[in-house]
Every structure is written in C-alpha cells, then in structure tokens.
C-alpha cells in the first residue's frame, strides 16, 4: 500500500533497478492511460502496459544491466483523492560493477487516484523535446 504520493515514487525506483514487473505494477491503476516515447504511442490499462514493462526488463536482462532512476525537478499538488508529479526522470544503465555505460532524461507526469486507501497511476505521460530542424528527440 501506497499512503504517500512519495511511496509511489520509490517503488518506481526500486522496481526498475531490481527489474521487478509485479512490484513495478503495483504503482498502477487497473485502467491506466499511459502516453510512453518508446514504440508504441499509447497504452490502456495494466495488461497492455505489463507487457511493456515485461519486454523492457526482458531486454535489460539480457544486456545484463541495471537501471539506475533519478527524478529530478519535482513538482506536484495532491489533496485527498488526486495528485499529480512531474519533472524529469534520468535512466541510467549500469553494468554488474556499478559503472554507468549510458544515460539518458525524459520529461514525465504521472496523474494518481488513492484507489483502496493507495495511491496508483492512473495516467503517466513522458516526452521528449523534438529538434525541429532534424526531427529528432533530444535526450536531456
């Protein structure tokens, strides 16, 4: 159970590090709307969103990395039902010793709802900000 907005925010940590997909799942409604920059444009509910989930953890896996995550530039508003976060998020992939190979930033909002007495996603949307001159993403 999730009491505070804060709690949602480390199991994400937590979760991605340890490449735990149910435990990474627990921050999330059942009817989450997910905006991702990664192949697909969008995602609804838990069981498209898992497979996501389950598929970058899969590759992580293989490459025999971890993923450190950093949020950086924080905000949010929350009162008895609904909260919002927002900033940027930093990935960084480590190797078996600890040593960052890569690192990368996205912008991100996640939109919560205590559902149960716990705070889930209900809505996340991470972006990035687009060249305009090659079209491509710029990774902070």
């Not at 205590?114 to 705070?119: A, L, V």
């Amino acid at each position: 159970m999730f009491t505070d907005v804060q709690d949602v925010l480390q199991n994400y940590r937590d979760a991605v590090y340890e490449q735990d997909v149910e435990k990474f799942l627990l921050s999330y409604a059942p009817n989450v709307h997910v905006f991702d920059c990664w192949e697909e444009w969008e995602y609804h509910g838990i069981e498209q969103w898992s497979t996501m989930v389950i598929e970058w953890f899969r590759r992580l896996a293989e490459e025999e990395m971890k993923l450190g995550v950093e949020i950086h530039k924080e905000a949010g508003k929350e009162n008895a039902e609904m909260a919002y976060v927002h900033g940027s998020v930093s990935f960084a992939a480590l190797d078996q010793t600890g040593k960052e190979l890569r690192k990368m930033s996205n912008r991100f909002t996640f939109v919560m709802e205590k559902i149960d007495d716990s705070w889930r996603i209900v809505h996340e949307h991470s972006s990035l900000p687009i060249d305009m001159e090659s079209g491509k993403a710029i990774f902070g």
